[in-house]
């Protein structure tokens, strides 16, 4: 449809039923008043819902990833060793250098 021709029609309708008297005295008033009397909304609860839902999920996760770690645990050296291990890792880099400056 052409939008002229619907303007047109439009206006015709608008001016055929002109507007009533018959709207309550201060009407837009209490609108407005009812508006503004609205709460403003709790930044808390607008976060609330999608903060438990992650923290939901991490734990999920966490669980997941913990069950598999377990499952995938090797049994091939015994815990005595890495105690070992670790110090002669760490200790590794300083008796290289002591070496070196003798």
């Known amino acids: 449809m052409n939008e002229k021709e619907l303007h047109s029609k439009l206006m015709a309708a608008a001016r055929r039923h002109p507007p009533s008297d018959a709207v309550p005295y201060a009407f837009e008033k209490r609108i407005v008043s009812h508006l503004s009397a609205r709460p403003a909304p709790n930044v808390w609860s607008l976060w609330c819902r999608p903060l438990w839902q992650a923290a ?4 999920a ?9 377990y499952g995938n645990v090797s049994n091939a050296e015994p815990a005595d060793n890495f105690s070992q291990d670790f110090e ?3 200790y590794a880099p300083m008796s290289e250098h002591i070496e070196e400056a003798w």
């Open 88 to 90: 002669a890792a760490v």
């Open 56 to 59: 939901l999920s991490c734990v």
């Open 61 to 69: 996760i966490t669980v997941l990833f913990g069950l598999w770690a």
